[in-house]
């Protein structure tokens, strides 16, 4: 008995170094998922359109084939579930074995944001379903189990904040995830729109979290530039963590179109056609876009500045949400034309630029996430996953 017990322990062991942020892995391949979709249907819109032409460009520069773009769709849906079970069977363990390191996690200014991360993964696991041809009723109830652990744990997180004293060193980009998990809340909110209240309900609940949400983003994002720019810069395993910056005005593009189509449907207008005159979106977008040049060196240079750690997977859902809010604009750029008349000459094309950074910026966006796949798989075999957290 003796002999066995070191054998028992060390599988606890290597759980209890098992991080809550390992769940913004969940996030990212959700989010890719839902990239790769609207990718999809952008393409295939741009093909069946038959009134539009590129007169500069060859249209097949810039457009990724329908087909595969789906694939690649419902290849990270596939990730994003099997993960995401396998994570919470591992941290369900890690939770009744190392109940303390758990307590700590969530006693932690530095991780207790992380453990939104969950939330948000129930937000956008109805997506992944939906591709998976999932019964709704499940991707509902799921669905509202993010849903309310979300609001819940914002209203939480808040108070935890109001209530406790902090230096100016605990603050993190890590703490603007509740925020994005508010904004991330009304995102699937069109999957459901067949049941009769939905629009009243989803106009209610997309107002409500974009107030609250961009309300902390500019409080939030103020504490954050206050600490780097005149405290400290962030301990190097936490640079990855910067790029989180990008996820309010990535999320909230995707927020602000449901709040507009749910008003639409309320009022019975055109909710395309009204988004069209509406310029928000792109305001919310491009400043998204300046952050995302302003951090490129930062994710560029991640790998100089720390070794590899799980808190790497924290660019993933940032950079995921900058490629859907762009595709969508994109689309909306197509749809409407007309809109953007202004925009366009013979040395502007404005769905020309828009059709070739939307595909680059995907492009590189899987790049990465292919690179971080390889990456965690290969440290977890060789057993890191101690020296990875």
């Not at 890590?174 to 309900?201: E, K, N």
């Not at 504490?223 to 963590?241: E, G, S, Y």
């Amino acid at each position: 008995m003796p002999q066995d017990q070191p054998m028992q322990e060390a599988p606890n062991k290597k759980l209890s170094s098992l991080p809550v942020s390992f769940f913004g892995a969940c996030m990212g391949l959700s989010a890719m998922s839902v990239a790769w979709y609207a990718m999809s249907n952008f393409s295939l819109l741009y093909s069946t359109d038959s009134q539009h032409n590129l007169t500069y460009i060859p249209q097949s520069s810039f457009i990724i084939s329908p087909s595969f773009a789906d694939r690649l769709s419902l290849i990270f849906a596939l990730l994003a579930i099997v993960v995401f079970i396998m994570l919470s069977i591992a941290y369900t363990i890690k939770l009744i074995t190392s109940f303390e390191s758990c307590k700590q996690e969530f006693l932690s200014p530095i991780t207790r944001p992380f453990f939104a991360t969950i939330c948000i993964t129930l937000l956008f696991l109805p997506f992944t379903l939906q591709r998976l041809e999932v019964p709704e009723i499940i991707s509902f109830i799921i669905w509202i189990m993010g849903a309310i652990s979300m609001l819940i744990f914002s209203v939480h997180i808040v108070q935890f904040w109001i209530c406790h004293k902090f230096e100016l060193s605990d603050i993190t980009p890590a703490w603007i995830i509740p925020v994005v998990g508010l904004l991330d809340l009304p995102l699937a909110l069109p999957l459901f729109s067949q049941f009769d209240v939905m629009p009243d309900v989803g106009f209610l609940i997309s107002i409500f979290c974009l107030a609250v949400g961009f309300a902390f983003t500019i409080l939030l994002c103020t504490l954050i530039f206050a600490r780097i720019v005149f405290f400290a810069k962030l301990p190097d395993k936490l640079m990855p963590t910067l790029v989180i910056l990008l996820a309010p005005f990535g999320a909230g593009v995707g927020a602000y179109m449901v709040f507009i189509s749910m008003q639409a449907l309320t009022l019975g207008e055109n909710s395309l056609g009204f988004l069209a005159m509406d310029s928000t979106p792109y305001i919310l977008f491009l400043i998204g876009l300046f952050l995302f040049f302003a951090l490129l060196p930062q994710i560029i240079q991640i790998k100089k500045c720390c070794p590899f750690r799980i808190s790497w997977w924290a660019i993933s859902f940032p950079l995921a949400a900058i490629c859907i809010a762009n595709i969508r604009i994109n689309t909306e750029i197509l749809e409407f034309p007309k809109s953007f008349a202004l925009l366009t000459s013979p040395l502007l094309n404005i769905e020309t630029i828009f059709s070739f950074f939307s595909t680059s910026l995907l492009i590189f966006t899987t790049l990465v996430f292919i690179w971080l796949i390889v990456r965690t798989l290969v440290g977890l075999l060789k057993g890191e996953l101690q020296n990875l957290s």
